[in-house]
């Protein structure tokens, strides 16, 4: 992709349009080349960091025109996952929702990740919703 957003460490997809965003919980998802996918540590976030990186995600896609959007949704990115690192509350997922809206693009979402069993049902409704008000 010439302005690709994909993880960091992921191959690149020669000149392929940008049709997904890769969620702050992807960004450590597996190193590339020779390790064989060996699982990278996950950095420490501050609270509701990832959306400096999705709003510079959304304007990368908006520039190429693309006909639809798919994203990978890492709901692990809730703040109470017991795997992950991310400090999003349930609350954030709406303005995810909203923000991936006003790309203006036909989307579907792929859910990715999310293992705070309890959490996941309202993180996924929040980020439709916020999708549907958008």
């Known amino acids: 992709m010439p302005e690709s957003v994909r993880s960091p460490g992921a191959p690149p997809n020669e000149g392929a ?3 997904l965003i890769d969620g702050p919980a992807s960004t450590s998802a597996h190193a590339s080349g020779s390790s064989g ?3 990278r540590q996950k950095p420490e976030l501050p609270p ?5 990186p999705l709003a510079a995600a959304c304007e990368r896609i908006s520039r190429h025109r693309a006909e639809a959007l798919v994203v990978s949704l890492g709901l692990d990115a809730y703040a109470g996952d017991p795997i992950s690192t991310f ?5 954030d997922f709406l303005r995810l ?3 991936i809206a006003r790309i203006g693009l036909p989307t579907v979402f792929i ?3 999310g293992y705070a069993v309890e959490h996941l049902g309202v993180n996924a409704a929040n980020v439709l919703a916020g999708f549907a008000s958008a």
């Open 48 to 52: 509701h960091s990832g959306f400096t």
């Open 17 to 19: 349009p940008p049709v």
């Open 97 to 99: 929702g909203a923000r």
């Open 87 to 91: 400090t999003l509350d349930s609350d």
């Open 37 to 39: 996918g060996r699982r």
């Open 111 to 113: 859910l990715e990740g």
